[in-house]
């Protein structure tokens, strides 16, 4: 994918930066795209090396100056982007260099939540404490990591904060009584957006919406929402103006019936392409990501998302799009980017190479507590499957290590904690079914 249109650097030694630059990206780029073979750490080292190198010289080049974005910061971000996602597929999600993409996704999101002006604090505190556990990683990282590449996240994670903050303090201006009201016009809202957006569209899956929104516009007394004591509650006039949204947007809703005019048309057909992988993705994503997929998908919809003009899409003729069709756009995009970050947040500090080892021992585990929820088996001889399955994956190791190809992949910590995890709850399980067993002879004599 194009590297969106910037200026050229005019410093001849910033253009030979980004002739290195560009040219790790397209190798990064090759090797995201082979999949023919496990991406090995040493393979994206070697690449992360080579861009800091070329961050330490852009940073001496600039010292001092005022700068202007150019192509070079392009090229650089896309690089960075990529590395982040390449320290997630190897297992290496608690490194500062992994954090790079998702704190980009968190700022899109956040920026987009205050654009709408149209949240709940559920969307505020996964953020929240994502972005703390981020604080932990920047707080362990690792002296190796390049002072710039640190200080960048850093100045990023700010930005977060802060943003996040102010979306904060909006909610705490809800009194109590109206906070999960406002949490439910928000669902309700997003649920006629999601019906205005499948391929066979529902009339009365809205009008069930617009019915629960007309039950809690008839609890206002004269425009407002009041208290027992009969006083308007504080963020009354915010919710009631919510309320209005709904009631107009489910008008809009069923009048248009997710038909979208021919000049948006492709647009919002390749929006929706987008939404449906990601949203299978993460259905699946144990067993078919690999994070690095997520890039292409972080592309085309920044470079969508960035053909705004104030705020809103132009058609060919350089008319802006009707309140229906940005709304609906404005909601796949919002919709994609979630699944995104859902996906990041759900990546494995394992190497791929290991993932399909750690997934089975994942589904295992997952078996055994529920058979030691349904209260054990009646015999030692019901657990035989399952210790051949663990006996078979711990004789993978060699010299208590799983390897793959020669190599040792990343997340051999994760992935032996969670085998002996199986051994602990098989254990438990053939000892509550042997004193099972001994009970019932015991009784019999």
């Not at 690095?292 to 060919?316: A, C, H, M, P």
Request: aromatic share 6%.
């Amino acid at each position: 994918m194009e590297t969106p249109a910037m200026p050229m650097p005019k410093d001849e030694r910033e253009q030979a930066i980004l002739d290195k630059l560009s040219a790790i990206r397209d190798q990064l780029l090759l090797l995201k795209r082979d999949r023919t073979k496990y991406i090995r750490t040493q393979d994206v080292i070697v690449h992360y090396d080579e861009v800091v190198e070329q961050v330490k010289e852009l940073n001496e080049i600039r010292k001092g100056e005022k700068v202007t974005e150019t192509r070079v910061d392009r090229v650089l971000e896309s690089c960075l982007q990529l590395l982040s996602l390449f320290f997630m597929t190897i297992g290496r999600t608690q490194e500062a260099p992994a954090a790079y993409a998702l704190t980009s996704t968190i700022k899109r999101l956040l920026d987009h939540l205050t654009e709408a002006d149209l949240y709940s604090a559920k969307d505020l505190n996964s953020m929240a404490h994502t972005l703390s556990q981020l604080d932990k990683v920047m707080t362990a990282s690792n002296p190796s990591h390049s002072p710039y590449i640190v200080e960048l996240l850093a100045n990023r994670l700010e930005l977060c904060h802060s943003s996040l903050a102010n979306l904060k303090k909006r909610v705490d201006e809800l009194q109590d009584p109206l906070q999960s009201m406002h949490e439910r016009l928000i669902s309700i809202l997003r649920s006629m957006s999601l019906a205005n957006t499948k391929a066979k569209f529902s009339t009365s899956e809205v009008q069930r919406l617009q019915a629960q929104v007309k039950e809690i516009d008839e609890s206002r007394v004269d425009g407002n929402f009041v208290g027992p004591d009969g006083e308007v509650l504080r963020g009354s006039e915010r919710v009631s103006r919510l309320v209005d949204v709904c009631l107009k947007w489910s008008e809009i809703v069923l009048d248009r019936k997710g038909v979208i005019p021919e000049a948006f048309k492709s647009r919002h057909e390749q929006l929706v392409s987008i939404r449906n992988e990601l949203e299978k993705l993460s259905i699946t994503q144990a067993w078919s990501l690999r994070e690095t997929d997520l890039y292409d998908f972080q592309r085309k919809l920044d470079q969508i998302d960035e053909s705004r003009v104030d705020g809103n899409w132009l058609d060919d003729e350089g008319k802006p799009a009707e309140l229906y069709v940005q709304r609906t756009l404005l909601y796949l995009i919002r919709r994609s980017y979630g699944y995104i970050y859902y996906l990041m947040i759900s990546s494995e500090p394992v190497s791929e190479a290991l993932l399909p080892i750690y997934n089975q021992l994942q589904t295992l585990k997952r078996c055994l507590i529920e058979v030691k929820d349904s209260g054990g088996v009646s015999s030692v001889r019901e657990l035989y499957p399952y210790s051949m399955k663990l006996n078979s994956i711990d004789n993978m190791r060699v010299d208590g290590k799983f390897m793959v190809g020669g190599d040792i992949p990343e997340g051999q910590g994760s992935v032996s904690a969670l085998l002996a995890e199986c051994y602990d709850l098989s254990y438990e399980l053939k000892v509550m079914a042997e004193e099972m067993e001994g009970g019932e002879k015991d009784s019999s004599s």
